[in-house]
């Protein structure tokens, strides 16, 4: 079987309500209205079919729901989100195993609240955020009690990136250009925000932490050199700040904690993008995930390349069998038929 574990979906009335709304997540809604599997199951089944014993554990896609309204409005929208994600799971339990519960992260506490009542009474596997909460870091202090929860709660975090195009590629612009805000933005804020999460000391305090990074951890298996020997030697560029103490409170080199983040298959089909991350990672720490629908193809595309690039792979059987679905099955706890 293939658990894809990072594919995005819209429940029917949630989809309905989003496109109601402007705000900073409007960017978005463009590309979304030109995908119809996004929220035509029909559709949607069919295109899965092409795939044979394969079964999506479904997300929301961008915009994050904290760019959508204030604080009053996002809680109500997560909860209509959540509620949507849960039915199409409880329909269709062959097709979706699972789902990820969405957060209105401008409401830190709201989060907290709605992240256990998705896992306690709805049955998520987890929760997605994103690298920044309309601006802020992850690891504000006001984040650290849901990080806090979900070790406690030991299902996973996912990672998505995100970023406007209004955050400009130089300084003195207004913008960033030909859609690079997308192309190289979203990688760098996925490595920005899995290193101040490790920074915060989050995998010290929290030892039960897992966090699945899309689109294989960003920048960091690329840049290995950078964060493990540029990293051990942190604070030798500084001089207005004493970033040696920083280094000293971690139990673990930089580049360890790097390696505790999960990373998923989403690469678009680019094979030794996919060797370079398996090779920092590692099979037990990798998960197949398409990014279906956002493809050219709006929907079937990356689900064909990701399972191409990795069955091209030098793989072993074990290894091939981890990623595509056993270590779901183990991190998601997930309630399926026994691996073949």
Not at 149 to 171: G, S, V
């Amino acid at each position: 079987m293939k658990i894809d574990v990072f594919c995005h979906i819209f429940p029917r009335n949630f989809y309905e309500r989003m496109l109601s709304i402007s705000g900073r997540g409007a960017y978005m809604q463009k590309r979304v209205r030109e995908i119809p599997v996004i929220v035509d199951l029909d559709q949607r089944f069919r295109m899965m079919d092409r795939f044979g014993d394969y079964v999506q554990v479904i997300s929301m896609g961008a915009p994050p729901i904290e760019a959508l309204g204030d604080p009053k409005q996002t809680i109500d929208l997560a909860r209509v989100a959540n509620d949507g994600m849960a039915e199409l799971v409880v329909k269709h339990p062959d097709r979706f195993p699972g789902f990820i519960a969405s957060l209105p992260m401008n409401d830190p506490e709201g989060s907290v609240r709605e992240a256990e009542r998705a896992i306690m009474e709805l049955g998520a596997t987890g929760i997605q955020i994103y690298t920044n909460v309309n601006g802020k870091p992850l690891d504000d202090p006001a984040y650290s009690p849901l990080f806090e929860k979900m070790a406690e709660i030991d299902l996973p975090i996912w990672l998505h990136p995100t970023r406007p195009a209004t955050f400009p590629d130089y300084q003195n612009e207004p913008k960033s250009k030909y859609e690079l805000w997308w192309v190289f933005g979203w990688p760098y804020e996925t490595s920005i925000a899995m290193s101040r999460i490790l920074f915060a000391g989050y995998f010290d305090r929290f030892p039960d932490l897992k966090i699945i990074t899309h689109h294989m951890g960003g920048m960091i298996p690329y840049f290995a050199g950078r964060v493990g020997p540029g990293l051990d030697q942190l604070g030798a560029r500084t001089d207005d700040e004493n970033l040696a103490l920083v280094g000293r409170k971690l139990k673990k080199r930089p580049i360890e904690y790097f390696k505790m983040f999960y990373a998923d298959t989403a690469l678009f089909g680019a094979q030794q993008a996919m060797n370079c991350g398996l090779s920092f990672f590692g099979a037990d720490r990798t998960l197949f995930a398409s990014d279906s629908p956002f493809d050219p193809e709006k929907g079937p595309g990356f689900i064909r390349e990701t399972i191409r690039c990795l069955e091209e792979m030098d793989l072993s059987a074990e290894d091939r069998n981890k990623i595509y679905e056993g270590n779901a099955r183990r991190l998601l706890r997930l309630k399926l038929a026994a691996p073949l």
